[in-house]
Every structure is written in C-alpha cells, then in structure tokens.
C-alpha cells in the first residue's frame, strides 16, 4: 500500500502539468491574483482539493440517492464563476457582495470578518466551483479512483489514495497560485494598473465559465492532450509498473488474470480456492431487491432460497451483453436441463452494467436468444449482488439442500468441476444421479488477449495518445498513426460521457487488437437503424474475418446489444480495426476472444 500511495502522490504533484488542465490555469492565477490577502491562494487552492475529491467519490451515491441529473453540479459551478467573475468586472457589486461576505464571515471568525472574507473566502469558493468541472488527465490511479465512485464501491483504501493524490495536486497547485499572487503585488509596473487587472481578471473568469458551459474546454484540452502526448505516456508509465498495478487490482478486488488487468468487475478472475470441488461452506444471503421476475414456474410471482430449501440451487450472475457470460450460458443451461428433474433449480441474476440493460424487453429478448428455460431475476439495484457480495460477470454461487454456499466460481472455465459439484451435491440430496458429464468444448481463450475496453470516460483506460479523454463534444478529431496494441483512438465528430460515447458526423474508431474475436456493445439510435462499416488492416472484412453480425462489411445496428465484429476462424494476432459509423450509435464497450 506505502508504494501505491507513494505514486498516488507523485502522480498528483505532476499534474499541474497536465494539458487538460491549462485551460483552467488562467482562471486559477485570475481568482489568487485579484485579492492581496495571501490567505486567497490558500483557500482557492482547499476549495479545488475539497470539491473535487467530495465530488469524484460521492457523485454516483448522491445521484443513486436523489435520482438528480449530475450536470446540474457542472451548471451552478459555472453560474458561481460567471458571477465571481462579474463582481470583479463591476465596482459597485463587488462593494455589495464585500461588504455581505464581510459580515457572514464576521460571525464565523469573531471580528475578523473583512480579512476572512477579502482573502479566503472568495477564493475558497471560487475553489469549490472550479472543483465542480475540474477534471484532470487520468492515469491508472485515478482511473481506479473514478471507477469504484462510479460502481459505488468506495471503501477506506480508495478513500486514502484519493487523499494522498489530492494532497499531490494541492503544493504545486497552490504554489503556482501564489506565486501569481505575489508577482502580480510585486511588480511595480503594475501598481498602477491594480484596477484595471482586477477587471481583466474578471473577464478570464468570465470567458473561461462561459467555454466551461459550451464544453468548448474540453475541445481545447483535446487539441492540447493530442498536440503533446508525452504527458499522458509520462504519467502512465510511472503508474503502471507492476506494483502499483497489483495494488490498484487489489483495491479493486481483481485476481492477477492476464486478460482483465484495469477492470473494475472482472469478468475472467479465478476462483478464491480450487482446494477441491467444494470451496466454500457458509450460509447463502437471500434473494432480495428484485425488479422483475421472467420465466417463473406457473403461478409463482417471485422466488427465494427460503422456498427452495431441499433443492440444490445455483445463482448465475450475468449481463446479457457481457461476451464472457454469453460463452458460459451454453454449460448452465446445459445443466438446468440436464439435471432440472434431479432437483437442481438455477436462478439467472441479471444485474445491468450499463443503463439500457435494466430494460425488461432487452432482457426477455436476451433470453429467448440463448435458450434460457430456468427463471431469471432482473437485479437493476444491485441489491442481490450486493448481498452476495459479488464483483464479477459471471459469477456462479452453488447453494446446498440445506442453504448453505458450497461452491463458488468466477469467470469462465472448470466446467467439468462444476458439473462434477452438482452431481455431487444432488447425491448428497438424495438424488440418484448416473450417466457421464456433459463433456461439451470449453471456449474460453487460452491465449493472452486484449482486455476490456470501456468508451465512457468512467472507466476508459485504453485511449491512445492520453489515456482517457474528456466529457462534451469532441469535434473533428483526427485518428493518430500507429497506435500501440490495446488502444483504441476517435476520429471525426463524437459525444464523450460517462458510460459511453455516441457518434456524430464523420465518426470513426481505430482499435490495434490481439486476439480470434472482437465484440462491441453497441446501443441503436433514437430513430431508426444505425449502420457500421467494418475493415480490418486497411481492408473491408469479408468471410474469412468477419464476425456473425456483419454482413458484406457492414452492421446493422437495430438493437441494444453486444455484436460480434470480427471471427478470425482459430487464427487469432493482433491487427488493426477501423469502424465507420453513422450518427447517434451509442458505444460502450470493446470485449475479446
């Protein structure tokens, strides 16, 4: 953990240096220079760090709580700059608003009102709001930080990276702040001008609130992060060495498998313990929190655990767009109709990873698709998953006769131990069980492949020259040449947010992959059917590349789900995707095989 946090803090101390976040320097040495007290700085710099790191760790619980639309946050952030920015501009409403800080902050500091409210005050809010839409480049550090706010697993250990991080970021940060102060007071040339600086001061503020509003920013801290790449690699590098890597994996609850590194909810982790076929031995959490039942028996309207007690039971964790479960879904509904007359019973929890899964019609049609006969239970509040403490798509918990979790596995493969603890359980239950397992190929790669790759910002990783990129319009974007495997890059016009990015004029997408299949979660336009043209190496894909979605190198994208691009028919290697696409076609996410 001391190694973590020692690079949480370094990687902190050199983000002042960051070109996503020159744009906001300006308005930075604007705030700390427009007031002679030295305690400006200080409180402009605390209001940054406070606001920033309250919003980054809390936001996703906030809006879970009180259902608000985030960017509201962004909205009053910038009607409080533009209004900091005005009191500057205009004499008299900055005597007004003087003289009302003076006296709040007098009752709060016993009498010394009008230094509190001429030096820390205005700059600690001018702090608090610049927190709000500050938003600096993201190595893997805060890309972990970002990720577990934004699945709501926030604990103790991320909680102190993020402190350590913040404390990084405050010293140079305020001691550019400062040094803008003092140099802006010491420069005798300037004396005379105090005024009229106020006043252009006033107008940075103004004018960078109003970019923050149109998201014009984030175009310029675009251009800025593709003009100079070498920050984003810098402070990459100098995260990903490999303990840095194996302690972010750690917090996040990740095993070391080569195939999920940087991914929050792993979906190929290895079991806890292969000590055996039974691995686990303590008492199952109920079924509970569910928004909708498919595929109950007749005349059941819900299920639980408590009911089933005498039967042996497994809970399947899964997402109809997640590539691995999709790979593991043919063994389970092997078994439910294989040994569903034994006394076996399996309960398909879907718990969404991205919002257009909670959808119930996705979800019914997902499993018409795969031949889903046993009942499944749309868990969109995460409130099962959360009572089994689970972290992984797929993930398979095997209750007993008697209630009691004696198996647990995660991720794909060790089908036939599985099976073999069915059995074994059933006979345990007093089920005569005869005949040999099932027996069927296991398709889970063997090879090292790509990773997940998510296209929200919430947990990109994977953007090739920086990283990540930022929220809001991004406009004509250029593809860079020769991106390293395992990254991807925009081109053309695109709309960046969290869970995802959707296409606009021109959009394409270059991804060096390695591996036999490459899938993507793609979600249809708002009107009509959105289209994708696929080459692969500068070519359009044909049959012997093309995945069971493309027909004559093009994908028809006519519903929310996961569509399979590229089959290379046991030939996996690295090669270069380009995707074009027409507009309004929601990404999300990059899997492999």
């Known amino acids: 953990m001391v190694i973590l946090l020692f690079f949480a803090f370094l990687s902190g101390l050199v983000t002042i240096a960051a070109p996503c976040i020159w744009p906001l320097l300006p308005i930075v040495l604007s705030s700390a220079a427009a007031g002679g007290d030295h305690r400006r700085p200080f409180g402009l710099t605390l209001g940054i760090l406070l606001s920033f790191g309250f919003i980054t760790l809390s936001i996703s619980y906030l809006v879970k709580l009180f259902g608000f639309d985030p960017n509201i946050l962004r909205i009053v952030a910038v009607l409080i700059l533009l209004f900091l920015g005005a009191t500057m501009v205009i004499p008299s409403l900055t005597r007004i608003v003087e003289g009302f800080v003076s006296g709040f902050a007098g009752k709060l500091s016993g009498g010394a009102g009008s230094r509190f409210a001429g ?41 102190l990276v993020t402190f350590v991080y913040l404390v990084g970021v405050g010293i140079p940060l305020f001691l550019f702040s400062y040094a803008g102060q003092r140099f802006v007071q010491k420069s005798r040339s300037l004396n005379k001008y105090t005024g009229n600086l106020q006043k252009i001061f006033g107008v940075i503020i103004i004018a960078t609130a109003l970019l923050i509003f149109s998201n014009y920013d984030k175009v310029l801290e675009a251009n800025l992060l593709n003009a100079i790449p070498s920050y984003s690699n810098f402070i990459t590098s100098i995260e990903s060495n490999s303990a840095v890597t194996s302690q972010l994996n750690s917090i996040k609850g990740n095993s070391q498998n080569k195939n999920i590194v940087g991914q929050p909810f792993s979906p190929m982790p290895t079991s806890p313990s292969t000590n055996g076929l039974l691995n686990e031995n303590y008492p199952a959490p109920e079924i509970t929190g569910i928004n909708h039942w498919l595929n109950l028996p007749a005349g059941r309207q819900v299920l639980s655990l408590k009911d089933l007690r005498g039967k042996v039971v497994l809970i399947d964790f899964w997402t109809y767009t997640c590539i691995n479960c999709i790979r593991t879904l ?100 007093g089920a005569k069980i005869s005949g040999s397992l099932s027996n069927m190929p296991d398709q889970t790669p063997t090879e090292e492949i790509s990773p997940e790759t998510y296209v929200g910002t919430s947990r990109m990783e994977y953007y090739y020259p920086n990283g990540s990129i930022n929220n809001g319009n991004q ?44 899938y993507l979660v793609m979600h249809k336009p708002a009107s009509g059917n959105g289209s994708v043209k696929v080459l692969m190496d500068g070519k359009v894909v044909d049959d012997s590349s093309s995945g069971a979605d493309v027909k004559n190198g093009t994908v028809t994208i006519d519903q929310d789900r996961l569509y399979d691009l590229i089959n290379l028919h046991g ?5 270069l995707l380009h995707l074009e696409f027409s507009p309004g076609i929601q990404v999300f996410a990059f899997t492999f095989g």
């Open 119 to 159: 030096g820390f005050l205005p700059g600690f809010i001018s702090g608090l709001a610049l927190g709000v839409v500050w938003a600096p480049c993201a190595g893997p550090i805060l890309a972990t930080i970002a990720t577990l706010s934004a699945t709501r697993t926030v604990g103790a250990s991320i909680i």
């Open 330 to 429: 043919p063994f389970v509904t092997s078994w439910y109709d294989k040994y569903k007359d034994d006394g076996f019973v399996v309960i398909g929890v879907h718990t969404p990873e991205f919002a257009f899964e909670h959808d119930t019609t996705n979800v019914a049609n997902a499993i018409k698709q795969y031949n889903i006969h046993y009942p499944v239970a749309q868990d969109n509040d995460y409130a099962t998953w959360n009572a089994f403490s689970n972290q992984y798509w797929p993930a398979e918990y095997l209750i007993d006769k008697n209630g009691v979790v004696r198996r647990t596995h995660f991720g794909e493969g060790e089908y036939d131990q599985s099976e073999e603890a069915i059995r074994e359980l059933l006979k345990e239950s």
């Open 475 to 518: 406009k004509n974007l250029n593809l860079a040449p020769d991106i390293p495997v395992n990254s991807f890059n925009f081109g053309g016009n695109w709309q960046v947010a969290d869970e995802d990015s959707t296409t606009g004029n021109n959009a394409v997408l270059e991804y060096k992959f390695s591996a036999e299949h490459v």
């Open 571 to 575: 030939k996996p290697g690295q090669h």
